[in-house]
């Protein structure tokens, strides 16, 4: 504690010939809370790998179910996803262009599904649902629309702060495009990053939910290796290794193809990405910014 | 489209075939903000080719009118017509007019070229043609080496050539140009001024512009339209204003304006100064009696002289003239332009007689309580 508070004292005295030593310092204590955070988040993949062992995991793919499980779930993110930005990025355009006085009160309401438990939802939903939804499994992907809501309308909130939107769309407007080629031309490439950000958390959401698809009586990615679990530990574990693996991928692959060509424009899409989203996380848990 | 450009001039860029040059009126012009009245029955021509700039402080309704022109707000009564139509069933899509706003409004996801272009492109001109003229338009403004660049990469002026440029390329049938200076510093707002109006009557576009700066107001514009409360105080050209403004309000909006005590005769005579002098423009409010006298810098005399009517507290060196500061008795301060060779006397603290010449303008105004 004592060298981190002489390493900051020193990190704020503005000395050109301390700054050379003081920039080799400061990385120690950063390091040793990385070395920290990294052995907590480690080590128990590490036991999961230790105790499942590197042959379970080509078993995971031999296994009855893995193939419709992991099907279904990347068809219910595929779908949650396309539903939340038709239904999600005009409402907020249009919050943000003609209605900025209940930004507050949008901000409460797509709070709800985060203050009201899965459970709660997924039960009242069971009891009134119609036959025609409760007999396929793509209710569940409307269920995860609303779960996705409050991190999708922040998402796209901060995106959309971040842009002169008024000014632009009468520009556009001005130059003689209507609303939907101003959105498309116009808007969507500006708040590309805010979508994207969407799209990871709906997506992140979707494959990692187990309440409502288990009481739905459908076997996704999540419920799957649950049920597993009675058969076989070591494949189960490798499973929910691999899932945490494949949904990495997944969530990176996103981040990269959707800031392509980012660069070039000088957006540095990627790191406002992870500032969207940590400010999405922050106003969520109720943290300031 | 592409025979019209190619048989345009140099840059394949003249006046718009029927398009630039299209005379505007707006006719009883009101809108109000719940209670606030932005705009009190607003009425003005503007000629086909002409600069009419809007002057007035915040909230005199200016921008109003120009974003009812340019369709993004709308008149509660009054009507404004374009080439002697009346526009209002016409969306601001659909109006033909290029704007530039205050704040820098490029597309942040297009280069400079393709922001030009935008309006090109949902016209639906061929691509290769649409390069060539935003291109062009790039070249007029002095950015083609910046056509690449995306708004980011970009100086403030900078975006808001290429914002001029944008505009200028849908052959507007007038140009809406809203405070497009006001976020520059003072010396590319200087620059920007004498290319934005070189650009304009070249091109011979029908502009209203609007800002809250008498200076640029006054150096660019054919006309300048003084508003206040919603409403226009007085239009006229530059000098028009300068030296024969309507009203007191245009005459201290407008350049430097002195307040002297005086007595209105009546009719068109004021006393100021010891001095029977006649008066300009118009004063329905002011009872014969006490009243203010308004006499620029130019209109008033100072020589030294032992036992005059004030002393002097400061002087200004401006070049040729020098503008000195007085305090007259009674706590009056004023500011007397005099030629510099002969201010070379009035250090501070002479004793001066100001005077007033009688064939100035001079207005009058109620007192100041």
């Not at chain 2, 100064?273 to 329905?284: E, S």
């Given at each position: ?289 | ?80 017509t374009v080439d002697g139509r009346d526009i209002a069933p016409i969306p601001a899509a659909r109006r033909d007019m290029g704007m530039v706003f205050q704040s820098y409004s490029l597309f942040p996801n297009m280069s400079a070229l393709d922001n030009v272009g935008f309006g090109l492109r949902l016209r639906k001109t061929s691509g290769a043609d649409r390069a060539r003229r935003a291109a062009a338009l790039l070249d007029m403004v002095g950015l083609s080496g910046q056509a690449r660049q995306y708004p980011h990469q970009l100086s403030g002026g900078q975006q808001q050539r290429v914002a001029l440029a944008r505009a200028l390329a849908i052959e507007p049938r007038v140009l809406l140009l809203d405070e497009p200076l006001s976020a520059l510093d003072a010396k ?182």
């Amino acid at each position: 504690m004592a060298a981190i508070a002489r390493a900051e004292a020193e990190a704020q005295i503005p000395s050109p010939v301390r700054s050379a030593g003081g920039r080799r310092s400061f990385p120690v204590w950063r390091w040793v809370i990385l070395l920290l955070a990294g052995i907590y988040f480690l080590i128990p993949l590490y036991a999961a790998v230790k105790f499942a062992g590197f042959r379970s995991f080509p078993d995971v793919f031999r296994q009855a179910g893995f193939v419709s499980a992991i099907g279904l779930s990347l068809r219910l993110a595929l779908i949650t996803t396309v539903i939340t930005l038709l239904l999600m990025v005009p409402t907020v355009v249009y919050v943000h262009l003609r209605l900025p006085r209940i930004r507050r009160l949008m901000e409460a309401i797509t709070i709800l599904p985060i203050v009201i438990p899965p459970i709660v939802l997924i039960v009242g939903v069971l009891k009134v649902a119609p036959g025609f939804l409760l007999s396929t499994p793509y209710l569940l992907a409307l269920m995860y629309v609303v779960l996705a809501m409050p991190f999708a309308y922040r998402s796209l909130d901060a995106g959309l702060r971040a842009f002169d939107l008024k000014t632009m769309v009468e520009a556009s407007n001005g130059l003689g495009a209507g609303l939907p080629t101003t959105l498309w031309r116009v808007v969507i490439p500006n708040i590309r990053t805010a979508m994207l950000s969407a799209v990871v958390l709906t997506v992140a959401l979707v494959l990692g939910e187990f309440t409502m698809a288990s009481l739905d009586l459908y076997v996704t990615f999540p419920v799957w290796i649950v049920d597993f679990e009675q058969n076989s530990g070591y494949v189960s574990v490798a499973a929910s290794l691999l899932a945490l693996f494949v949904t990495w991928i997944l969530l990176m692959l996103i981040v990269t193809v959707g800031s392509r060509g980012a660069r070039k424009r000088g957006g540095g899409e990627v790191a406002l990405f992870s500032v969207a989203t940590t400010r999405t996380i922050g106003k969520i848990t109720g943290e300031p910014e | 489209m592409t025979t019209n450009t190619a048989a345009g001039t140099a840059t394949g860029l003249g006046p718009a075939g029927g398009g630039a040059g299209a005379p505007v009126a707006m006719q009883g012009l009101s809108r109000s903000f719940g209670a606030v009245r932005a705009l009190d029955g607003l009425t003005l021509d503007i000629a086909p080719g002409e600069l009419v700039a809007l002057l007035g402080p915040s909230g005199c309704g200016k921008t109003t009118a120009l974003r009812i022109v340019a369709g993004f707000e709308f008149a509660d009564s009054g009507t404004v017509t374009v080439d002697g139509r009346d526009i209002a069933p016409i969306p601001a899509a659909r109006r033909d007019m290029g704007m530039v706003f205050q704040s820098y409004s490029l597309f942040p996801n297009m280069s400079a070229l393709d922001n030009v272009g935008f309006g090109l492109r949902l016209r639906k001109t061929s691509g290769a043609d649409r390069a060539r003229r935003a291109a062009a338009l790039l070249d007029m403004v002095g950015l083609s080496g910046q056509a690449r660049q995306y708004p980011h990469q970009l100086s403030g002026g900078q975006q808001q050539r290429v914002a001029l440029a944008r505009a200028l390329a849908i052959e507007p049938r007038v140009l809406l140009l809203d405070e497009p200076l006001s976020a520059l510093d003072a010396k590319v707002r200087l620059q920007l001024r004498e290319q934005i109006r070189t650009l304009q009557q070249r091109l011979g576009t029908t502009t209203l512009f609007v800002t809250h700066d008498q200076q640029e107001a006054l150096s660019m514009a054919d006309r300048v339209g003084v508003m206040k409360d919603g409403r226009l105080e007085q239009i006229a050209t530059p000098s028009e204003l300068y030296s024969t403004p309507a009203t007191a309000f245009v005459a201290e909006f407008v350049g430097t304006m002195n307040r002297l005590p005086g007595t209105y005769r009546g009719g068109d005579e004021v006393t100021v100064l010891g001095l029977d002098v006649p008066v300009h423009g118009d004063h329905p409010n002011v009872a014969a009696g006490e009243a203010d006298v308004l006499v620029r810098p130019e209109g008033l005399t100072v020589e030294a002289v032992a036992g005059g009517n004030g002393i002097v507290t400061d002087r200004t060196f401006l070049g040729s003239l020098t503008r000195v500061s007085v305090l007259l008795s009674g706590d009056v301060a004023v500011k007397v332009d005099k030629s510099s060779t002969a201010a070379a006397d009035l250090t501070p603290g002479t004793s001066v007689q100001v005077g007033v010449i009688p064939g100035g303008p001079v207005l009058i105004a109620e007192p100041r309580r």
